[in-house]
């Protein structure tokens, strides 16, 4: 169960022998952290055999719609309750308050809620527009964003079933962006389904969520854009606010919300030129379409009145996975740009673990974190400036960043990254052309001593395209699994 404060890991470092091939600053020297992850369960040559994957994806399998918004009308109340008493609904809370889990809070400008009941132990986590990301140990946000409680400190879950909440509250007015935001399993008690709760400008909406029951399990992630613009008789929105959002597939369902009487007809296109078709729907403009290839797609949507004017569109950027969160084998060429496979990276943060600093101690900004960081915001990577590094910039591979996703989607691994175009490695090193990564725990066990789970993780690698793996064998990786493209 969760103290009263959730003690952070405490980093060892230790002198390890360097060799040949990739000889980095020594990954296999660092401390083993649990991550909650379980063991490989893929597609491709399984190289596991009991399926304890976390289902950290949102969407129910057998209801395709389960990551799509509800939408309501009411944000805040206009009743008599005051902040911090009971209450059954919104409507009940005084003007600037809504209801939050059986009790009257402050609604904010904006704010980000998750709900649930059960007694496992969840916690939020916010990313904001400029990366910041918002949980129980960074509570307040250079934008204006505040934590608002843990909801199940100092063992407040035990024994009980909630409803239990924790919140992000914006006082003033949100930063304009697109705002991420994911629930993830603190203490594994067990799985758990869950509400977010997004209150801006006028809107509720609420998301629904599963959470696997293993530690450090996550949800789906789910956006929401602040766009700066006043809700008006023409605006348009596809699956209400979200910017970009990875579903499963093949079969999608869009949604299209709008607040003007003189939409008639909504048609859909992808990619720029290929209609998906057209929905004529009195309500929500509604439209199931079933992609013949994964991958990233940016889909518009064009409302019409009756005499065929286009009154507004929106677009989003989808990312279609499988049933099993999986994506086409990169080995053949990625199909999601390197930005939103950094994004999905950082999503799983719990699972595929970025080292901050080298395995040296250097802070040079060259960490695999900061790199995947710098990916995100469509940025080269940094490389070291010491040893035999050059001292530059590189692209990172998007065909590496989608292995990294899959090896955690499909495959199951929990990770630790401890390098990517960092660090100092042999003069040739893939690691400078941003295709290359080393892993130095995996499920929470250390690649020194596990030879036969480095080993399968190498093979995982070698399934997906990469061309040169070493590993416990090879000089220079007893203690750390090298995969490059």
């Known amino acids: 169960m969760k103290n009263l404060v959730k003690a952070a890991s405490l980093l060892i470092f230790a002198l390890v022998l360097q060799g040949s091939g990739c000889p980095e600053d020594g990954s296999a020297g660092l401390q083993d952290s649990p991550s ?289 969160d999986g994506l086409p084998n990169p080995r053949s060429g990625a199909v999601v740009s390197e930005r939103l496979l950094a994004k999905r990276i950082q999503h799983h943060a719990g699972s595929i673990d970025l080292y901050n600093v080298q395995v040296s101690g250097r802070n040079d900004g060259a960490d695999s974190r900061s790199n995947i960081n710098a990916s995100a915001n469509n940025q080269l990577a940094r490389q070291s400036c010491y040893g035999n590094a050059p001292c530059g910039r590189t692209r990172l591979d998007a065909r590496m960043l989608q292995a990294m996703v899959i090896l955690r989607q499909v495959y199951g691994y929990s990770f630790r990254v401890t390098s990517i175009a960092g660090g100092s490695h042999s003069r040739r090193s893939r690691h400078y052309r941003g295709v290359a990564f080393d892993v130095d725990i995996i499920n929470g066990r250390s690649v020194r001593g596990n030879t036969t789970l480095a080993r399968q993780f190498m093979r995982a690698c070698r399934d997906l395209g990469a061309t040169e793996v070493l590993g416990p064998g090879n000089r220079g990786h007893s203690g750390h699994v090298h995969c490059a493209w």
């Not at 059954?88 to 402050?106: P, Y």
């Open 36 to 324: 909650g992850g379980s063991g490989p369960q893929g597609l491709l040559d399984n190289p596991g055999s009991d399926d304890d994957r976390p289902a950290d994806s949102g969407q129910d399998p057998a209801d395709p719609d389960s990551d799509l918004p509800s939408t309501h009308s009411t944000a805040t109340g206009n009743g008599s309750l005051a902040a911090g008493q009971a209450c059954s609904d919104t409507a009940a809370c005084g003007v600037g308050l809504a209801c939050e889990a059986g009790f009257c809070v402050n609604a904010g400008e904006m704010r980000i809620a998750l709900v649930w009941t059960g007694q496992t132990d969840l916690d939020l986590h916010v990313r904001t527009p400029s990366g910041e990301e918002i949980y129980y140990r960074n509570r307040n946000s250079d934008d204006g964003g505040e934590f608002q409680k843990d909801g199940c400190i100092a063992d407040r879950c035990d024994g009980e079933n909630g409803p239990f909440s924790e919140a992000v509250l914006w006082v003033g007015l949100p930063t304009q962006g697109t705002y991420e935001f994911w629930a993830v399993n603190y203490d594994g008690v067990a799985a758990a389904n869950a509400t977010f709760e997004v209150r801006h400008d006028g809107h509720y909406e609420t998301f629904s969520a599963n959470v696997g029951g293993s530690a450090g399990a996550q949800s789906s992630i789910y956006t929401y854009t602040v766009d700066g613009e006043d809700s008006g008789p023409g605006d348009l929105r596809i699956n209400s606010h979200t910017h970009e959002q990875w579903v499963r597939g093949p079969g999608v369902t869009f949604r299209v919300d709008t607040g003007s009487e003189d939409i008639t007809t909504v048609s859909y296109t992808a990619d720029g030129n290929f209609t998906l078709g057209q929905s004529t729907a009195a309500d929500d403009f509604p439209l199931t379409y079933t992609f013949n290839n994964l991958g990233e797609h940016v889909i518009k949507a064009s409302g019409f009145d009756n005499s065929g004017m286009e009154l507004d569109n929106h677009e989003i950027t989808l990312v279609v996975m499988d049933r099993n």
